[in-house]
């Protein structure tokens, strides 16, 4: 070995003034630590150091010759800094450190030599060091090797040589500007297995760095990981990236983004956007939001109204989201405005709840005003329910106490709309005691349709079934019908009325029985005053008259907000994950303020823009078509082959028409008319003797009718022998041109060609061949030519009958013998395809149908109106705003206070019976309590006294007593403020599925 080599273990000496290092730097040990090396050999490195047989040797900076000759010893063994790179290298770097700046910057590496022996020593020091294998302390590498771990999976790169037990290693000081060598220190000298050793499997083969680069960029531009592969393989056939063409370069790298690289692409692009993803999320979120901390972030600190880290396990994570855009939004929409309050889950890899708070701009598009971000508490199971009113009021409180403090007012919204979440509602009146609390008309009608599937009445249950349609059909009008009340009188009348019925034809009517039942959990469930205000069409008349907007203004569902946290969590959110995993916490926190809020807000601003500047060019145009190009961009008010040709009729044009012809068997609701007809529900049918033409007509009751009933529905059907037809059906009225003619009226025609063809006809009386056009163009030629004659589309014809062969006004149900109720003919499944189908022009969802009649008890005008979900602006006349306010106030409070009697006794009729049950079992059990157990012994304990509270009051309260242990523990107030910062993370989540509701409250 050369003379210039020295083997030191103390380091001792002079400062080098060539060297350019310091005493520190040259006295400086190696890294032991650093490697990676099964203890036994580590132990004879230590021992190599010990007996002076190490290398260390400085060198000069501003020598050629002691430069040369340092490059020449690494080139020697392997260690050029352009041979390390090459794959063949045996090389591998385990640490590096840099220090100083510019020209003085200087780095010190470690390297070692790399074999599958130290690979499994990595891995195992990799699991001891994991806080969640503590267990795994005395784990060997011989282990690793021979058992198998599923909580942690084993890398899948495999290094290129085996293990020879070689080691050799070099710490390597340089200055990075110039590549000037200033020391060599550790042991160069490989064992002879190690030099005689060969490939023995492909080397981990790096991607070029300009490929990151390149996909760095695009996602900080918002692309998802399927752009930038496809993207990245464009490159690859065009040689965009550098060194394509440089072989030298390019045989070392890959140029390829394979799955193995995307994982490290996301931490290079969490890093670059300033997240430590070695620290704890917890840690990170802390140390952003505190002034103190090296890593503080502003712009997050100025977007975060509230934060609360859980530093004891009783202790929730709550944070506060609001940025500057959307705190004007919450004055400009949301202060003595209507609001929408609801949450979701689901949206980070630990146990967190996300509640949304939002408002609704001029033009009904949703504005989010607040995020509250907050963890499940410890012990709960499933997150969506990892929540109760008290910590929905902190956080309420809170942002209510901040947009105050800043805005120099008190807040106050006027209407929140909710779903039947009493958690949610409770919070909300507690914070605001004044507003008008409204119920979302889906979720409502979600939980009756639950309760009529709990029942098995449906009309999948029912299919083929007359008697089920007919009950299930007046079920679903009553609901429309208890929706659109203003009084609740009428409501509780109707309620009473349809019960009343059903009861009296239960006795042969299983329908009817379970139909009793629903009436029943209507009546206890939703029907009383302060609960029924919150979802009928009295609450909205009271919101607009507090809002001083037309009833059409105020919101009837959540659908808003429900849209916007589709959108969040399916389009922002998942942009930004990692192969459909879930972000971090802290990445969600940091990406909701400098990423997706900022991207909502500035597409409202574009679209504003957008929208002023069109107003601005086109000025001459009506507010009218603008908005109407704004809501249907696609129609083309141009006419041409795509055009419809009936477009200019209005839409109280209706016809008459049979698809097919005259054969009445042609048209598919002749089974339904002739199952009216059998059970005699076409009555009075006579000839009008007043008319021009010669008009039957006839009184055809609902199907839906009962025959209990006093005052059934009934429609005013006629038919004309010049091929003109008329029904008051709604049916008839919105749908005649799409489908033709109603069932009532191919009821009545039906029954006309019976009776010539002798079928219940007994006593012979002549009927004349009435007929309808086979198609709809040829209708409203019909249509057309009357009404060159007179305004009556069915009053007169140049073509006219004698009369003289009928005997004026006689009634032809005295003479033609309808059949008896029988029982239900096939096809009649029909009725319910055409009550369904109804639906489509009424613009109403297909459970809430209903015919509308001309004998209706108790329906007024407004009920028959075709937009079944507003009224006109003239409800909300004379009201009083202060009555209102002061009278929501109290009301609202009495609506919760209800809605929680109501969830007791519902949990009390389905626990009693299982606690019953559950008391004989321990009567014969003799063992020691396990602490579940002792924990249902608590919750009994705390529940009697709970109760015992109550009976001693004159006005129960309901205030949740915190028992010792409970499933879902209360949220527990906060420690003091001066806290050692010792943060525990949000409990960790696995994959949840939102499950269908089946809740019936």
């Known amino acids: 070995m050369s003379k210039s080599f020295r083997f030191l273990t103390p380091i001792t000496g002079p400062k080098t003034k060539s060297s350019g290092l310091s005493v520190t730097s040259e006295l400086s040990q190696v890294h032991l630590d650093q490697l990676d090396c099964p203890e036994e050999q580590l132990n004879e490195i230590r021992e190599l150091y010990r007996s002076n047989k190490a290398l260390h040797r400085m060198f000069v900076a501003n020598s050629e010759e002691s430069q040369l000759d340092a490059h020449t010893m690494l080139a020697q063994h392997g260690l050029g800094l352009n041979t390390v790179a090459d794959l063949e290298s045996r090389w591998n770097i385990k640490w590096k450190k840099e220090w100083g700046n510019g020209p003085t910057c200087r780095i010190r590496v470690l390297m070692q030599c790399y074999d599958e022996k130290r690979r499994q020593v990595r891995e195992m020091k990799k699991r001891q060091n994991s806080p969640s294998k503590s267990h795994r302390r005395n784990t060997t590498a011989d282990d690793l090797v021979s058992k198998t771990d599923p909580p942690v999976v084993p890398w899948k790169r495999l290094v290129p040589y085996n293990f020879t037990g070689c080691l050799a290693h070099a710490e390597i000081t340089y200055q990075k500007a110039d590549n000037v060598i200033l020391r060599i220190a550790g042991y160069l000298v490989h064992n002879e297995a190690c030099l005689t050793s060969t490939l023995e499997r492909y080397p981990r083969i790096p991607l070029h760095p300009h490929v990151y680069l390149v996909a760095l960029k695009q996602l900080q531009q918002g692309a998802d990981l399927i752009s930038i592969k496809q993207t990245n393989q464009q490159y690859i056939d065009t040689k965009f990236y550098r060194d394509c063409d440089n072989p030298e370069v390019s045989k070392n790298f890959r140029y390829l983004i394979l799955p193995s690289d995307t994982s490290n692409l996301y931490r290079q692009h969490a890093r670059s956007q300033g997240i430590a993803m070695e620290n704890k999320a917890e840690y990170n979120v802390d140390s952003w939001l505190n002034p103190q901390s090296s890593n503080f972030k502003p712009e997050l600190h100025r977007a975060v109204l509230h934060y609360a880290p859980r530093t004891t396990k009783s202790e929730r994570f709550e944070i506060t989201i609001a940025t500057k855009e959307m705190q004007e939004a919450t004055w400009k929409y949301g202060h003595k405005c209507q609001i929408i309050l609801d949450g979701t889950f689901g949206v980070s890899d630990c146990r967190l709840l996300l509640f949304i708070v939002m408002g609704v701009d001029e033009d009904k598009h949703g504005v989010p005003l607040a995020f509250f971000l907050f963890s499940a508490p410890a012990g709960n199971q499933l997150s969506s329910s990892g929540y ?3 910590i929905l009021k902190k956080l309420l409180q809170k942002w209510k106490e901040r947009l105050e403090k800043d805005g120099g007012q008190e807040f106050r919204p006027s209407v929140v709309i909710t779903d039947t979440d009493l958690k949610e509602r409770r919070a909300l009146v507690e914070v605001f005691p004044t507003i008008v609390l409204l119920l979302c008309k889906f979720h409502l009608r979600q939980c009756w349709t639950n309760k009529m599937k709990a029942l098995k009445l ?17 079920l679903y009008t009553l609901q429309l019908q208890l929706i659109e009340s203003s009084s609740f009188p009428y409501a509780q009348d109707l309620v009473q ?5 059903m009861e009296g034809f239960q006795t042969h009517d299983v329908w009817a029985r379970k139909a009793v039942d629903f009436l029943k959990y209507l009546w206890e469930t939703w029907m009383s005053e302060p609960i029924w205000q919150s979802w009928s069409k009295a609450g909205k008349i009271k919101a607009a008259g507090v809002l001083q907007a037309p009833v059409e203004g105020v919101l ?41 809020l900022p991207a909502i807000f500035s597409s409202r601003r574009h679209i504003r823009q957008y929208k002023d500047w069109r107003a601005n060019r086109f000025p001459t145009l009506s507010t009218k078509s603008m908005h109407k190009s704004d809501e249907d961009p696609g129609v083309d008010n141009a006419s041409g082959p795509q055009a419809n040709p009936h477009a200019s009729l209005t839409k109280a044009s209706c016809v008459a028409w049979l698809p097919g012809g005259n054969t009445a068997s042609s048209s598919s609701r002749m089974a339904t008319a002739e199952e009216l ?13 007043g008319s021009d033409v010669l008009t039957l007509k006839a009184k055809c009751l609902s199907s839906k009718s009962l025959p209990t009933e006093q005052a059934p529905i009934a429609y005013d059907v006629q038919i004309c022998i010049d091929g003109h037809a008329h029904c008051s059906c709604p049916d008839f009225h919105h749908r005649s041109l799409q489908v033709g003619a109603c069932k009532h009226i191919c009821a009545l025609l039906l029954s006309t060609q019976q009776a010539r063809e002798g079928k219940n006809n007994p006593n012979g009386v002549f009927v004349p061949p009435f007929w309808l056009p086979n198609n709809v ?18 009053a007169s014809s140049p073509n006219t009958v004698a009369r003289q062969s009928v005997e004026g006004g006689s009634v032809m149900t005295n003479n033609i013998d309808i059949a008896e109720e029988d029982s239900v003919v096939e096809g009649v499944g029909r009725i319910t395809s055409e009550l369904m189908d109804m639906l489509e022009c009424l613009e109403i969802p297909r459970e809430f149908n209903e015919e509308k009649g001309s004998k209706s008890p108790g329906i007024t005008d407004a009920t028959h109106d075709k937009d079944l979900v507003f009224l006109d602006s003239s409800s909300r006349s004379g009201l009083n705003t202060e009555e209102t306010l002061v009278h929501g106030r109290s009301n609202c409070s009495q609506e919760i206070q209800e809605q929680i009697r109501i969830h007791i006794n519902h949990f009390t009729q389905k626990l009693l019976p299982e606690l019953r049950h559950y008391k004989s079992l321990l009567d014969e059990w003799d063992g020691n309590p396990s602490p579940e157990l002792l924990e ?5 304990l705390s529940i009697h006294g709970r109760i015992g509270a109550a009976r001693s009051t004159d006005e129960p309260t309901f205030v949740s007593q915190k028992p010792q242990a409970s499933a879902t523990p209360k949220t527990p107030p906060r420690a003091s403020t001066l806290r050692a910062y010792t943060l525990l993370p949000p409990s960790p989540e696995k994959r949840q599925v939102r499950h269908q509701s089946h809740s019936v409250l």
């Open 388 to 390: 109760d009113s008290a």
């Open 458 to 474: 449906t009309s999948q249950n029912g299919k083929g079934s007359f008697e089920a349609e007919r009950v299930i059909s007046r």
């Open 497 to 501: 009325t349809e019960t009343h019925l």
């Open 556 to 596: 009837p569902t959540t659908n808003h907000l429900e849209s916007f946290n589709r959108i969040l969590k399916h389009d922002h959110i998942r942009s930004l994950q990692n192969g459909g995993k879930r972000l971090r916490f802290d990445v969600l926190v940091l990406y909701l303020i400098t990423r997706i």
């Open 677 to 689: 007809i059998k059970r005699n529900l076409l009555v009075e049918l006579k000839y009008d003797t």
């Open 777 to 794: 163009d040829a209708a409203l030629q019909l249509q057309r030519r009357v009404e060159q004659h007179t305004q009556d589309p069915i």
């Open 936 to 940: 249902v012994s608590q919750l009994l």
